[in-house]
């Protein structure tokens, strides 16, 4: 089975991070199936899997194609696209467009729209909903990622799987800790320390460095400011509070390597679509940065997550982290000179009595089953 997966890259490198996670989802799970993906930035690809080639046209990547997306390549003539994923309704270059919709093909083609993921109760009622094309011919419906077992749920790719069960035995920790921290040229002797991974949009860092400091009194800290828009920020905060804890500023890293520093952490601060689901999986406290949209519509999209983490952190951990989450994310910009009036220190001292809550948020979503499985049922089912 061949299946079409199109992507254009939008938001830094979240987009292509969803994609490249469900193509390797969907090859874990068969991995006969034929993938052909689309994308137009090919370095933005390249970061997260360092073997692909943003000069090549068309490569092979493991068992998958990939095709530039404005490169008219003949294969899409000589077998054309019959199951095609749409991400975050990217569109569709034009030389695979007319393939898709040539009169003369003898088969009905499917484009299925895979949106963002979303905690808010529209998922619900969207998932697997069918809508119109220009042609009877190619039916499209739209497939949605989500928190309950109404939607498609959560990507779970088999390396995450097992990176997971490694890093929630304890008594590995330590080890796993110090193999990681070699990988990244950590300083040894960190394995014990508090670590806090820190990814998120632009914001003056002050308060938050400033609490980091102060927990850092109490149990030692190590900061972990991932590469990306938050980076500078996070590091010039640092610095000018005089480097009160240890403080790394990672290279951006391939996307297997960014999941094992996610479970590394005992909190994290995330931003975004991609990293918001794998923190939910981690079973690890985190505090979330939703993406800044008009009228602050960023503030309906996190209380509807918060409502979904509710029911699974006693009453005084989730006060805590829904306090920390609405003064996080109240702003009308993102900008380096931003400041909000957030408190992450209950957040951090909390994190030991809350980890039990978040593990039962990520059991809960592991139970709804993995989104590429139930997503390649669905098209199975099409054809």
């Not at 997966?5 to 090859?27: E, F, H, M, P, T």
């Not at 609490?211 to 190590?222: K, T």
């Amino acid at each position: 089975m061949t299946i079409d997966i199109l992507c254009r890259v939008v938001d830094n490198y979240g987009d292509i991070g969803v994609v490249y996670r469900l193509a390797k989802a969907l090859s874990d799970l068969d991995p006969a199936l034929n993938l052909r993906l689309v994308v137009d930035d090919l370095a933005a690809f390249r970061a997260l899997a360092p073997a692909v080639d943003p000069a090549r046209e068309v490569q092979d990547l493991g068992n998958w194609t990939v095709v530039r997306w404005d490169h008219p390549w003949e294969g899409f003539r000589s077998e054309p696209p019959r199951l095609v994923l749409e991400c975050f309704a990217c569109g569709r270059p034009d030389f695979f467009e007319a393939c898709l919709f040539d009169p003369e093909l003898p088969f009905t083609a499917h484009i299925v729209n895979v949106e963002h993921l979303s905690a808010e109760s529209w998922a619900d009622e969207l998932h697997r909903m069918p809508s119109l094309t220009r042609s009877a011919r190619v039916k499209k419906s739209i497939f949605m990622p989500g928190f309950t077992a109404a939607t498609g749920g959560l990507i779970i790719d088999r390396r995450f799987s097992r990176a997971m069960a490694a890093w929630d035995r304890e008594e590995d920790r330590p080890a796993l800790r110090r193999d990681l921290g070699a990988g990244l040229a950590l300083e040894p002797g960190l394995e014990d320390n508090f670590w806090v991974s820190v990814f998120s949009y632009e914001r003056d860092y002050a308060r938050i460095v400033a609490d980091l400091a102060a927990f850092h009194r109490e149990r030692p800290v190590l900061a972990l400011a991932a590469a990306g828009k938050s980076q500078p920020c996070f590091m010039r905060a640092w610095e000018a509070a005089g480097r009160p804890f240890p403080a790394v500023a990672l290279p951006f890293l391939p996307q297997e390597t960014w999941d094992e520093v996610l479970l590394a952490c005992d909190f994290s601060i995330v931003r975004g679509e991609e990293t918001l689901a794998r923190a939910s999986l981690s079973g690890r406290p985190f505090l979330w940065q939703a993406y800044l949209q008009a009228e602050a519509h960023h503030l309906v999209k996190l209380e509807a997550f918060l409502d979904r983490v509710r029911p699974f952190l006693g009453p005084d951990s989730f006060g805590r982290l829904a306090e920390a989450s609405l003064a996080f994310n109240r702003r009308d910009r993102d900008a380096a000179d931003w400041r909000g009036d957030e408190s992450i220190l209950p957040l951090l001292r909390d994190a030991e009595a809350a980890r039990a809550g978040f593990r039962a948020f990520s059991a809960a979503l592991s139970a709804y089953g993995n989104m590429a499985a139930h997503l390649l049922t669905f098209l199975r089912d099409l054809v």
